[in-house]
DNA sequence: AAGACGAAAGTGGTTGA
DNA sequence: TCAACAACTTTCGTCTT
C-alpha cells in the first residue's frame, strides 16, 4: 500500500501539467499549447465542443470521456476491477498495480506459498500475464503512434470488457491489441489509418480487420466512418502546412460533403484532395507524391479526387 | 528532369442472390 | 457461397513546366 501510494504520487506529478490543463479548461485561463506533445497547433470545434491537438489528437476538453454510452458501462466495470487492483485512476499507475502482482509471485518470496497456490492459480496467472502482456503491447503502439493517454486507456478498457466476454480466447493478443487501438483512435476522432497502425503492429493487416470486424460485432461497438476531416490535422502538420491551409481544406471538405461528393469514397483520398487543392490555392505547393507519401494514398486516387472536387464545387486551381 | 496526367489492368473488400 | 461491383492501386506512356 506504501508503495501504491507513492506511486500514485509519482503519476500525479507526471501527470501534473495535463492536470492543470485541464483545470484550465474549465477556468478562465485559455491553453495555449498541447499539455503532451507541446504543440501549439490545437484544433476546436467541429460540432463536437472539444479543443484537441493537431499533432499528437490529445483532446484537451474533457466532455468527449462522458460522450458514448460504452463508457458509462465501462466505468461501472472498472469500479470493481480497479477496487481489486487497488489502483488510483491513470493508466500509467494501472500497470504499476499489476506489476506489483508480478513481484509478488517472484522467487525468492513465499516460494513456498507459491508451490501450494500454483495448481489452484496457474490459470488465473496465465490470463493475468497476458493481460499484462496486452497492455504493454497497447502502450508500446500507443506510443510509436504518439497517441495520448486517454486513448491508451480506452483500449485498455476495450481489452478488459473483451476479457470479460471471452472474447480473446484463442486469438492473438497482438491482433486483438491492435484493432482496438484502431477503434479506440476512431472513437476519439483522432483516426489513424490501417496503414499506419499496421507498421507498428507485430500482425498483418488482414489479421487486423479480421479482429477489427470481430470485436465491433461482439462487443456491440458503432464506430461511425470516419470524417475525412479528422484527418486533416494531422495530414497538414505532416506536411509542414499552415493552419490557413487546414481550415481551408476543412472548408472545402465541409462543402464537398454538402454536395455529396463523398459519398462511398475512401475519406483519407477525400481529405488528401483537399489539402492538395488547399496548398496550391495559398500558394504553398505540394507536390501528389508528397501528399501521397504522407496519406498513403496514391497519385491516382488524389487526382481523381481533386479532378472531381475542383470541377464540381468550382474551384479555379490554375497556377 | 520532375511533376502531372490519364488509360488500362489488377487487387481486396463489400453486397446481394 | 459465389459472382458482380465499386473504390483504390499499380503500372506505364505521354504531356507540361
Redesign the pocket.
Known amino acids: 500500500m506504501v508503495t501504491l501510494e507513492r506511486d500514485k504520487k509519482e503519476g500525479a506529478d507526471r501527470a501534473g501539467e495535463e492536470e492543470r490543463g485541464r483545470d484550465n479548461a474549465g477556468g478562465k485561463e485559455e491553453i495555449k499549447e498541447c499539455p503532451e506533445c507541446g504543440s501549439r497547433s490545437l484544433i476546436r470545434d467541429y460540432g463536437k465542443a472539444e479543443i484537441f491537438c493537431a499533432d499528437c489528437g490529445l483532446v484537451i476538453t474533457e466532455n468527449i470521456v462522458d460522450l458514448g454510452p460504452e463508457w458509462r458501462a465501462f466505468d461501472s466495470e472498472q469500479m470493481s476491477k480497479r477496487t481489486r487492483v487497488g489502483a488510483p485512476m491513470t493508466y500509467r499507475i494501472h500497470d504499476k498495480g499489476l506489476s506489483t502482482v508480478v513481484n509478488w509471485g517472484s522467487p525468492g518470496q513465499g516460494q513456498y506459498k507459491l508451490k501450494k497456490l500454483q495448481q489452484r492459480t496457474h490459470i488465473a496467472n496465465t490470463t493475468e500475464r497476458s493481460f499484462i502482456f496486452a497492455l504493454s503491447e497497447i502502450d508500446r503502439m500507443a506510443c510509436a503512434l504518439r497517441l495520448p493517454v486517454n486513448i491508451r486507456e480506452a483500449a485498455s478498457m476495450l481489452y478488459r470488457k473483451a476479457m470479460k466476454k471471452r472474447l480473446i480466447r484463442g486469438r492473438s493478443i497482438e491482433g486483438i491489441t491492435t484493432a482496438l487501438l484502431y477503434i479506440a483512435c476512431r472513437q476519439y476522432g483522432v483516426p489513424r489509418t490501417l496503414e499506419e497502425v499496421r507498421e507498428i503492429s507485430r500482425v498483418g ?2 489479421e487486423i ?1 479480421r479482429a477489427y ?1 470481430f470485436l465491433l460485432r461482439e462487443l456491440d461497438l458503432k464506430v461511425s466512418p470516419a470524417s475525412p476531416i479528422d484527418f486533416v490535422p494531422r495530414f497538414c502538420s505532416l506536411l509542414d502546412l499552415s493552419g490557413d491551409i487546414r481550415a481551408k481544406a476543412i472548408e472545402i471538405i465541409k462543402k464537398a460533403t454538402e454536395a455529396e461528393l463523398t ?8 481529405a488528401a484532395a483537399a489539402i ?1 487543392i488547399a496548398a ?1 490555392l495559398s500558394g504553398e ?7 501521397s507519401d504522407v496519406t ?12 472531381e472536387l475542383s470541377e464540381q464545387l468550382e474551384i479555379d ?1 490554375l ?1
Request: proline share 3%.
Open positions: 493487416q488482414k480487420s470486424r459519398n462511398g469514397r475512401g475519406p483519407i483520398g477525400i492538395y496550391i505547393h505540394r507536390t501528389q507524391k508528397e501528399v498513403g494514398v496514391t497519385e491516382v486516387t488524389i487526382r481523381n479526387r481533386y479532378k486551381v497556377l
